[in-house]
C-alpha cells in the first residue's frame, strides 16, 4: 500500500561531526553486499566488514551457476537442445574468456577486491556462497545441476556443498578467486566465513577442503570464521571452538531454526521475532562461551539494525564486534556507547 501526501510532511534535520562519534569498546562494522558502493561506504567511520556476502557478487556480476562453466563444452557438444542453447548464452555472455572457468573467478575476484581495497587495513570476512538449491537454479544453467527440494532453507547449503563431489569444483573457483585477492593482490585483510555449518566434523572437512584449494589456515594471517546460525552450533561451540578462528552470529536463521518457522512463510511470519527470549539467551550462552575460549565472536544479522536495544543487550553480553547495514551505523555506535558508559557506571 503505497500513501500520497498532500503538501510537505514534517522533519527535521540532523546534523553530526562524524569526527566527534565516541570510540567503543565494541567494534563496529558494516554489511556489505554490493562491491560499486564499497568505497562510499566506507567513508562511514567503522572497524571494517563483518560480513560481505559473495552471492550478491555472483548474482550481478556472474549469473551463471558456476558447473556450467565448468562444464561448458559438454554443454555446448550435447545432444539437448536445451543444453545448447544455455552453452550458447554462455559463451555470448564470456565472450573474451577461452576458460570459461577464468570468467567467475575474475568476476569474484574483483568484487571482493574492490571490497577489501575500500576498507584497507581493517579485517574484511567474506562468507563463502549461501545460495538455496531453488536460487542456485534460477542461475543460468543451473536447472541442469540443482536438485528440486521441497524445504530448500534447511536442505543442501552452506558448508554441506563445499566438500560434496558433485559441488565440490564449483567451490573450488571460490577459493582461487579469494586465493588471488589475498596471495597476487595483496589484501591480505580479507577473511573467509563459513555459513550454515552443521557439525563439527562438517567444519573439520571445509577447512581440509580450503587447504586442497589452496586456502590454508593461518597460512599468511588467513583466518576462518564460522556462522553460528543453527541450534547445533550453540550446544557444541566450545567444539567449533576448536576448529575455527572467530564466529558471526546469523541471528535470522538462528532464530528460525529455533523458533522451528520458515520465515520465508506468511503464515507464520509474524512469530518470526528475534528478540524472543529463546534466541536471546541462545546467543549469550554462545557469546560466554566462545569469550572463555578466548576467541572473537560478533554478529551479522538483522537484529542489531532494527532494534537499538538489541545492539545493546548484545554489549551487555560482550559480544566482539557488531556489523550493521550502513544506514544504522552512525546511530547504533552512539547507542552502544551509552551502553558501556552505563556499564562502567
Not at 555472483?58 to 536445451?82: D, F, M, T
Not at 548464452?89 to 574468456?97: D, F, N, R, S
Not at 578467486?177 to 573439520?204: Q, W
Not at 532494527?306 to 553480553?317: I, K, N, S
Request: glycine residues 8%; negative net charge; charged residues 25%.
Amino acid at each position: 500500500i503505497g500513501n500520497v501526501y498532500k503538501g510537505i510532511i514534517g522533519f527535521h534535520v540532523e546534523e553530526l561531526n562524524l569526527k566527534d562519534l565516541p570510540e567503543t569498546k565494541t567494534q563496529i562494522m558494516m554489511n556489505i553486499g554490493i562491491p560499486e558502493k564499497a568505497f562510499m561506504q566506507a567513508q562511514i567511520p567503522c572497524e571494517g566488514v563483518g560480513l560481505a556476502r559473495e552471492e550478491f557478487i555472483i548474482n550481478s556480476h556472474v549469473g551463471i551457476h558456476p558447473l556450467a562453466l565448468i562444464n561448458y563444452e559438454k554443454l555446448a557438444q550435447s545432444s539437448a537442445p536445451e543444453m545448447r542453447k544455455v552453452a550458447k548464452k554462455v559463451g555470448e555472455l564470456t565472450k573474451g574468456y577461452s576458460n570459461k572457468e577464468d570468467f567467475f573467478v575474475d568476476k569474484v575476484m574483483y568484487g571482493i577486491a574492490r571490497i577489501g581495497a575500500a576498507f584497507w587495513p581493517n579485517d574484511v570476512i567474506v562468507r563463502f556462497s549461501d545460495f538455496k538449491t531453488n536460487e542456485y537454479a534460477n542461475l543460468l544453467g543451473g536447472q541442469f545441476y540443482e536438485p528440486e527440494e521441497d524445504n530448500p532453507m534447511i536442505g543442501w547449503r552452506g558448508a554441506s556443498r563445499y566438500y560434496d563431489p558433485i559441488y565440490k569444483p564449483a567451490f573450488g573457483l571460490e577459493c582461487k578467486a579469494i586465493k588471488r585477492v589475498r596471495d597476487e593482490i595483496g589484501l591480505d585483510n580479507v577473511k573467509v566465513m563459513v555459513p550454515f555449518c552443521r557439525t563439527v566434523d562438517e567444519g573439520k572437512r571445509v577447512i581440509e577442503t580450503l587447504r586442497e584449494f589452496g586456502l590454508v589456515q593461518g597460512e599468511n594471517g588467513l583466518e576462518v570464521y564460522m556462522m553460528v546460525e543453527i541450534p547445533s552450533n550453540v550446544v557444541m561451540i566450545e567444539e567449533f571452538c576448536t576448529v575455527f578462528d572467530g564466529f558471526s552470529i546469523g541471528s535470522n536463521d538462528l532464530t528460525q531454526l529455533t523458533l522451528g518457522l520458515d520465515r520465508d512463510s506468511e503464515i507464520v511470519a509474524h512469530l518470526f521475532d528475534e528478540n524472543n527470549e529463546a534466541v536471546r539467551k541462545s546467543i549469550k550462552t554462545a557469546i560466554t562461551a566462545v569469550r572463555k575460549c578466548g576467541k572473537k565472536i560478533g554478529i551479522c544479522g538483522q537484529a542489531p539494525s532494527d532494534y537499538p536495544e538489541f545492539a545493546q543487550f548484545l554489549v551487555e553480553c560482550g559480544i566482539s564486534s557488531i556489523s550493521l547495514n550502513p544506514d544504522t551505523v552512525v546511530q547504533t555506535r552512539l547507542s552502544i556507547y551509552e551502553k558501556e558508559q552505563e556499564l562502567k557506571g
